[in-house]
């Protein structure tokens, strides 16, 4: 078999719901009035992610000593959910006033008032794809909370155009895996 040079993609949205309501109509004006017209802000703002890292998996280890001294060292007897590292994070294409930046503050502003009874965001679907774009894996990031939000660098020796981003901390309770494998892969 001869690989395909194109790399494998993802997919990663945040679903509808993710934004309150009170931030939707704080920017939907000035989303409206951009060039490229979104219909919604959850839209506008999947449209400025450029990466999400998938959490790695670290494995622990019992030992045990026995006669004369010898170690002897057995697999930890740690569920496999909590094997994985709980946080992610998905970073955003900074974009003109760093409006982006302004609505998922506001955003976390929000998730983080005493007075919202929500205790989680909604599930972050996270998906990995081939290189003719069908789904492979799902994984699911469920019972999430938002953690961080990093710091801008502003500059004003910094004129030329470049990509600046910022990123945004999560931390998953629990993650759930589906794979796709069983059904139809064309090419």
Do not use: C
């Not at 009170?22 to 989303?31: A, G, H, L, T």
């Not at 740690?78 to 982006?100: A, I, K, Y």
């Not at 503050?105 to 008032?113: K, P």
């Not at 794809?129 to 953690?147: A, M, R, W, Y």
């Amino acid at each position: 078999m001869i690989l395909n040079s194109r790399a494998s993609s993802f997919y990663f949205v945040f679903p509808k719901g993710f934004f309150p309501e009170v931030v939707v109509e704080k920017y939907m004006p000035y989303v409206k009035s951009l060039q490229t017209p979104f219909d919604t802000l959850t839209q506008f703002m999947n449209s400025t992610i450029q990466s999400i890292n998938f959490p790695g998996m670290s494995m622990g280890s019992t030992q045990q000593v026995r006669y004369l001294g010898k170690k002897v060292v057995y697999k930890d007897a740690t569920p496999v959910q909590d094997l994985f590292n709980q946080e992610f994070s998905v970073s955003f294409r900074m974009t003109d006033g760093f409006v982006n930046y302004w609505i998922m503050l506001d955003t976390i502003l929000n998730f983080q008032n005493f007075k919202n009874e929500q205790l989680y965001v909604p599930t972050l679907p996270l998906r990995f794809l081939n290189t003719n774009g069908d789904i492979l894996v799902t994984n699911n990031f469920e019972n999430v909370i938002i953690s961080s939000i990093s710091d801008v660098q502003l500059n004003y020796t910094q004129n030329s155009p470049q990509v600046s981003t910022f990123s945004v901390g999560f931390k998953s309770n629990f993650m759930h895996i589906q794979l796709h494998m069983d059904q139809k892969v064309t090419g």
